[in-house]
């Protein structure tokens, strides 16, 4: 049981390009999300979904977009990356069934934007 | 809209010294409000839910609705306490198992000295 996993655990991409980050989660669970983590800003909600199909909208959405295809999976992708996305990713996970405020999250994926 | 604030971003004590972490919050509903801590290389992860009333690892947090205040509380710091600290909010109504999102405050990093 690996709980939540992401790939990659690093990167660097040159302004304007583009990169999916992969959260993939064994737990069956229903909701997932997206946070960057800035420091002095905290963390902050980029997407969220609350099942296999739908995504919404959280704090910071701008220049990001996700896809929930499968249940176990949510990614978030940059079209055309920029130094402000420079950040600690965080993706989490967490069940109605268990308290949904209870959230697993995954390891991080540090990103440097150049 | 809801808001987490907690005022400062560093505590840093002596081992054995009391600890308190301020979290305030701002909410029109009834508040759902957690504690979460990353460790120094290792994932975010929950410490403590107010609804549960539990004390973890030493640390206990009193929602005060008064004052809309959730500080983190222990009497005897331990150098392993040494994390950051988020205080969070949950809009979600507690067991209903409706929609959930958490804002997460600044955070605090605590650092216990020998």
């Known amino acids: 049981n690996a709980g939540v996993t992401q790939t990659p655990k690093f990167r660097v991409l040159k302004t304007g390009q583009s990169m999916t980050l992969l959260c993939a989660q064994d737990m069956n669970h229903e909701y997932m999300y997206w946070y960057r983590q800035d420091p002095g800003m905290g963390l902050r909600l980029i997407h969220y979904?609350?099942?296999?199909?739908?995504?919404a909208k959280g704090e910071v959405p701008d220049g990001y977009n996700v896809s929930r295809l499968k249940k176990q999976n949510f990614l978030l992708g940059l079209e055309s990356a920029a130094p402000s996305q420079t950040s600690v990713y965080f993706c989490?996970?967490?069940?109605?069934?268990?308290?949904?405020?209870?959230?697993?999250f995954g390891p991080g994926t540090r990103l440097t934007v150049l | 809209a809801q808001r987490v604030t907690q005022p400062e971003k560093l505590l840093s004590v002596f081992k054995g010294a009391p600890v308190e972490l301020k979290c305030n919050y701002s909410?029109?509903?009834?508040?759902?409000l957690f504690w979460y801590v990353q460790y120094s290389r290792q994932r975010l992860q929950l410490l403590l839910r107010?609804?549960s009333r539990e004390s973890i690892k030493g640390f206990t947090a009193d929602l005060n609705k008064g004052e809309t205040s959730f500080h983190l509380k222990k009497p005897f710091a331990q150098e392993e306490d040494s994390a950051m600290y988020y205080c969070?909010?949950?809009?979600?109504?507690?067991?209903?198992?409706?929609?959930?999102?958490?804002?997460f405050g600044k955070g605090i990093t605590l650092s216990v000295r020998p």
């Open positions: 909410y029109s509903g009834s508040p759902e």
């Open positions: 107010h609804i």
């Open positions: 979904s609350v099942g296999e199909g739908t995504t």
């Open positions: 969070a909010l949950s809009d979600e109504t507690p067991y209903t198992g409706a929609n959930s999102k958490l804002t």
């Open positions: 989490a996970s967490s069940s109605p069934a268990q308290g949904a405020d209870t959230q697993y």
